[in-house]
């Protein structure tokens, strides 16, 4: 006797939906079946004798529901998590002035076979300067974007689409990343899948005493069209763009400020050391910081021409102490940004001032200086070195500004919000510069020079 069983083999995570019925043996359906024998009588002269004998080969398999009615019977070869890990494989974030939101632009590869959903989530490091605290920190955050439905004949996804309908691919519209404020981000994204066969691993997973998952992670989005030139560790990450301008800085005092730099020369034997003293601003800042989120920075302002009067109280501005018979500065009552690259460079860029009622935006130049925290003052500070040329304790007035690189920028659209609004320091004396020369020659003779 057969063992009368019915073997099918699926690759993993295939569903397949099938029709049986029994059949009668020939012997049988001839003598027992009254429905077959009505089947077989031509009770219609029209009738098309070629059609009743298909019936009857029909009836015969057991393929006639009134004779062998059949049954739907489901196969699944179910598995624990999604075949393929999903992939984001395009991804493109953009906002408009003032939005808490990113939208994101986004394409994914998805096993449908075996995914029920795919989920994109994000994490980053946020940097945050809390009265509550100390000082600035910086956190780990996370969060969940969307989760969107995969139909099962799904291959890829384009945007939030709600995949209803067998069809390998699936276009829907942007996805939304809430952040709930303006700030600038470097966002890593993640997709990933739950099974589509969870249900059938319920029982297993509440006994096992390891931690089974029934979700596949896929790979971290990597953006190969950004980078930080500051911090090599964001390269890669999504750049969420600052969606408003830094807020104004609070500056509490500026003192004048000097940094040491040595230049050891050898030649002929002998040996040459060169010392330099540069004349510094250290500028003091009172908290918080970090409006415009990560890599916010302190900026100078200059004018890119002659200064407008309307306009001066925009721009940096300086001029020599009538007391001192000192040398000249550069001929201009404004120093340039040549004159503050000496000992180092900042970060520089062309940016727009914030307009007003009567001017138009205006190109400025701004050198951005990092904001240094010191805990023992709970000030923030920026060491701003000046070039005074031969000029004797020069007086100079500081434009100052939160400065956002990464800040919406559209010269078609008049947009930019990478500078917040200036504010001027009061009046300082900068230290004037001064070189010390040690000289000791093959007699040991040493040769002190100040200049």
Known sequence: ????????????????????????????????????????????????????????????KGKHWMISPWRTLTLVHAIQQPLDPPQITSLQASRKENETTASLK?????????????????????HMDDFADNGPKISN?????????VDYFNQRIYGNAAATSNEPEKKGGL???????????????????TSRYREYFTSMLKKSKEKLFITNDGPVFTDNTTADKFNSSNNGKVNILSSARPAVPLIDYVIPSFNWASKPKFSDGGNTETHYRTGNIRVYLKRPWFS????????????MGDINPDLARHFTLWGKDPIFTGGDLNNNNAPTPD???????????????????KSVPEKVIVFAY????????????ADIPVNCYKAYFPFIKLALCRYQRHSLRDNAKGTDLCISSVVQTDWIQIVPPRTVTVAIDLAAKIFLQLT
């Open 1 to 60: 006797m057969a063992e009368r069983k019915l073997v099918v083999y699926l690759n993993k995570g295939i569903t397949a939906t099938l029709n049986y019925a029994s059949f009668w043996r020939p012997q049988d359906i001839l003598g027992k079946s009254g429905l077959y024998q009505i089947l077989g009588k031509k009770t219609d002269s029209k009738a098309d004798p070629g059609k009743m004998l298909i019936t009857l080969g029909n009836a015969r």
């Open 106 to 126: 986004t394409t994914l590869s998805v096993h449908g076979r075996s995914t029920d959903k795919v989920s994109i989530d994000a994490f980053w490091k946020e």
């Open 141 to 149: 955050k996370s969060a969940h974007v969307i989760s969107i439905p």
């Open 175 to 193: 996805v939304i990343h809430e952040f709930g404020d303006t700030r600038h981000r470097w966002i890593n994204y993640k997709p990933v899948a």
């Open 292 to 303: 415009s989120g990560e890599g916010e920075r302190l900026g100078v302002v200059f004018c």
């Open 339 to 357: 004159d503050f690259t000496f000992p180092f460079s900042a970060d520089k860029d062309v940016v727009s001032l914030i307009p007003d009622k």
């Open 370 to 381: 990092n904001g240094l925290y010191d805990e023992e003052r709970q000030l923030y500070y």
